[in-house]
């Protein structure tokens, strides 16, 4: 179990009129029972087709816009810029389809499972059906060791278990991982696309995978032919590293604040549900953030009601945090600076189980 940094404030024990110690079992597995009517009488359940309707027409113009740009431009290296808007955008749009997937936009399953096939594939270049197995895995089980793909060793390790298997290179890296963090992440975009081809061409039935291969290699194919025909081969290369770079850098930046640094739970460990998603979620606050983050800000209302319009977050929380406050249950929300904070700091701790044993801790400091 991980514990809290500084900059972090947990709602509960300190403004509880009941020790959480002192409740019982049934009272625990009360606890979403009861905020979730709160919800409901609340009407934070609704869709708001209107909302994303409008978000969809404001990114699809800046989209439009950018493309038109970029073609305005020519053989100019200013077109980087326009690269890294293209990677913002996209990143915006990823949270649309991210939400479709949890059927928040519309107010049927297959309707928001096609809208969430377009954007994800067609738009984005990343395999919906992927997404969705491995996102559901991840709010069933979250921060949960052997369940949660997420905390899964990749280039990065967040168990100290997972950090000492590291070897030769990935040792070096491994040790220095908080601090390569958000260098890492500009190759995420990159790791994004190939895992989901990867997933797509695996011998085994995956929903869609004809219609998402197809949409993917549509899209690649006129983003480079486009690119190719406005600009010089090198720079169209540079177009491409920047926008995935900062597509990398938006999607692991945004999505890492929720759970990284917070409690992890053991693989037979069993809790109740609203504990297992409250404890091992973060909510990041501030002014901003909720457009910055696509809702992802409210992470602990998000895994407590996966299907939740973006626009009802805010008041969830109210409710949800009240009810902590209460009864003694740990919530926990920080800034943005403090929720990175917690990240680099933890995967520093876990990186050093990738410690040479021959190492002297007191001997590395001098060096």
């Known amino acids: 179990m991980t514990t809290m940094t500084a900059t972090e404030v947990t709602h509960g024990p300190l403004r509880s009129t009941m020790r959480a ?22 009407g934070l359940l609704e869709r708001t087709v209107g909302f994303y309707a409008g978000l969809m027409v404001i990114l699809g113009v800046a989209l439009v816009g950018l493309l038109v740009g970029s073609f305005l431009l020519g053989d100019s290296w200013f077109q980087l810029l326009i690269a ?25 399953g297959p309707a928001n499972d096609r809208l969430g ?3 994800a594939a067609g738009v984005v270049g990343i395999s919906h059906q992927w997404w969705m197995t491995k996102h559901s895995r991840h709010h069933a089980n979250p921060n949960q060791i052997g369940r ?3 905390i899964e060793i990749d280039t990065i390790s967040f168990l100290p278990s997972d950090a000492k298997k590291a070897r030769g290179l990935q040792r070096w890296v491994t ?13 995420e975009g990159a790791n994004l696309h190939v895992r989901s081809i990867i997933t797509l061409l695996e011998r085994r039935p995956v929903v869609g995978r004809w219609i998402e291969l197809s949409l993917i290699a549509v899209r690649f194919a006129v983003l480079i032919t486009f690119l190719l025909w406005v600009m010089p081969p090198l720079m169209a290369l540079a177009f491409l590293g920047v926008q995935l770079a900062v597509f ?11 759970h990284k640094g917070m409690p992890t739970v053991g693989r037979d460990a069993k809790l109740d549900f609203f504990t297992k998603q409250v404890r091992t979620s973060r909510n990041v606050r501030g002014f901003g953030m909720t457009a910055l983050l696509g809702g992802l800000n409210y992470q602990i209302e998000h895994h407590l009601f996966p299907n939740m319009a973006r626009p009802h977050l805010r008041k ?10 209460t009864h ?3 919530y926990t929300e920080t800034d943005l600076v403090g929720a990175y904070g917690a990240v680099v700091a933890y995967l520093n701790r876990v990186g050093l189980a990738a410690r040479d044993p021959f190492d002297c801790p007191m001997l590395d400091k001098r060096r």
């Open 21 to 42: 110690s002192e409740r019982s079992e049934e009272d625990r597995r009360a606890d979403f029972r009861v905020v979730a009517k709160a919800v409901r009488d609340a």
């Open 84 to 108: 890294g808007a293209l990677g913002i955008v996209l990143t915006q749009i990823a949270f649309i389809a991210h939400e479709a997937s949890h059927r928040q936009v519309l107010k049927s």
């Open 117 to 119: 096939r377009i954007l």
């Open 148 to 150: 949660d793909p997420d």
């Open 175 to 187: 040790r220095h991982q908080g601090w390569l963090f958000f260098p890492l992440l500009t190759f």
């Open 248 to 258: 990398g850098i938006g999607m692991g930046a945004s999505f890492a604040p929720n």
């Open 316 to 325: 969830a929380s109210d409710i949800v945090r009240a009810h902590c406050a």
């Open 328 to 330: 003694g249950i740990v």
